[in-house]
């Protein structure tokens, strides 16, 4: 399939990536349908991709007007009215292997069979979320980074059954977003959370150990190798939750070196999971 054939593209799960994935595929002239179970879920989507829409065009970053970009998103809360005639369907629900397995699986009995099925997990295997879903040669990893419409990179992940064809449609796909693609072995974490983890996981530990208060790490890395953000700041806007979620998976597959510290299990517990609570690494 090539990225002509790529007309119309399913997104399923409303939150932060998944708005952010529909903006990015509208502004690049894709019909989209974003699917949701939860109503008020796809409102604030919509919500969102409008403000951000609306901001882009104010600065001059997009050449059409706002209401012609948002008038390629529909809102649904029926999978199979989702993903009904999709070219791409691409699941951005929580990373969460058994749920990514139901919904590719329901979704392979509606979907059409050219269809191909992205995921956007960011450490599990794509070789097992495509196994069940009837076209293992059709499904590949599409890790999109938060905000998508401004991160430029996106992950390509070839899973042990993905096809060339597949591979080279998601390219393609990529290019036709103005992303700068990548492509990976399907191995735990893949590159880019391979590596970020390991970082977040070690300031941790830094600022478990007292080594140097956490502004002080961030400033480090920032000041010293030009990271734009430091590993701390980027575990309060990534979610103390998800990246713990991470870490218990990489450690399972890959050994010691992804142990989650203490503290990190601690502040979870407590409820500071980083931006979304208010409270994590920082204040906000």
């Given at each position: 399939?090539?990225?002509?054939?790529?007309?119309?593209?399913?997104?399923?799960?409303?939150?932060?990536?998944?708005?952010?994935?529909?903006?990015?595929?509208?502004?690049?002239?894709?019909?989209?349908?974003?699917?949701?179970?939860?109503?008020?879920?796809?409102?604030?989507?919509?919500?969102?991709?409008?403000?951000?829409?609306?901001?882009?065009?104010?600065?001059?970053?997009?050449?059409?007007?706002?209401?012609?970009?948002?008038?390629?998103?529909?809102?649904?809360?029926?999978?199979?009215?989702?993903?009904?005639?999709?070219?791409?369907v691409i699941e951005a629900v929580p990373?969460?292997?058994?749920?990514?397995?139901?919904?590719?699986?329901?979704?392979?009995?509606?979907?059409?069979?050219?269809?191909?099925?992205?995921?956007?997990?960011?450490?599990?295997?794509?070789?097992?979320?495509?196994a069940d879903t009837g076209r293992p040669?059709?499904?590949?990893?599409?890790?999109?980074?938060?905000?998508?419409?401004v991160m430029e990179l996106l992950e390509?992940?070839?899973?042990?059954?993905?096809?060339?064809?597949?591979?080279?449609?998601?390219?393609?796909?990529?290019?036709?977003?103005?992303?700068?693609?990548?492509?990976?072995?399907?191995?735990?974490?893949?590159?880019?959370?391979?590596?970020?983890?390991?970082?977040?996981?070690?300031?941790?530990?830094?600022?478990?150990?007292?080594?140097?208060?956490?502004?002080?790490?961030?400033?480090?890395?920032?000041?010293?190798?030009?990271?734009?953000?430091?590993?701390?700041?980027?575990?309060?806007?990534?979610?103390?939750?998800?990246?713990?979620?991470?870490?218990?998976?990489?450690?399972?597959?890959?050994?010691?070196?992804?142990?989650?510290?203490?503290?990190?299990?601690?502040?979870?517990?407590?409820?500071?999971?980083?931006?979304?609570?208010?409270?994590?690494?920082?204040?906000?």
């Amino acid at each position: 399939m090539s990225t002509s054939e790529i007309r119309a593209v399913a997104v399923l799960g409303a939150g932060t990536m998944g708005h952010g994935i529909a903006q990015v595929c509208a502004q690049s002239g894709l019909q989209v349908r974003l699917g949701d179970v939860s109503q008020a879920q796809l409102d604030a989507a919509l919500g969102k991709v409008r403000a951000s829409v609306e901001k882009l065009a104010a600065k001059g970053k997009i050449s059409e007007a706002p209401d012609a970009v948002l008038a390629r998103v529909q809102a649904t809360t029926s999978l199979g009215h989702a993903i009904e005639g999709a070219d791409l369907v691409i699941e951005a629900v929580p990373e969460k292997i058994d749920l990514k397995l139901s919904l590719f699986r329901e979704a392979s009995t509606k979907a059409p069979p050219t269809a191909i099925f992205a995921t956007n997990t960011s450490s599990l295997s794509v070789t097992e979320i495509a196994a069940d879903t009837g076209r293992p040669d059709r499904v590949v990893g599409l890790h999109f980074f938060n905000p998508v419409p401004v991160m430029e990179l996106l992950e390509i992940v070839r899973g042990l059954t993905t096809s060339d064809e597949t591979v080279e449609a998601s390219l393609a796909f990529a290019r036709r977003l103005g992303k700068d693609p990548i492509v990976v072995r399907d191995w735990p974490g893949f590159a880019t959370s391979r590596l970020g983890i390991i970082l977040g996981c070690e300031a941790i530990r830094m600022v478990e150990q007292g080594v140097a208060s956490p502004a002080d790490i961030d400033k480090a890395m920032k000041l010293g190798y030009r990271h734009p953000m430091g590993p701390l700041e980027l575990t309060d806007l990534v979610g103390l939750d998800v990246r713990l979620h991470i870490m218990e998976h990489l450690h399972a597959e890959l050994g010691e070196q992804f142990r989650p510290p203490a503290l990190l299990r601690q502040m979870v517990r407590a409820g500071k999971l980083g931006r979304k609570s208010g409270e994590g690494f920082y204040r906000y």
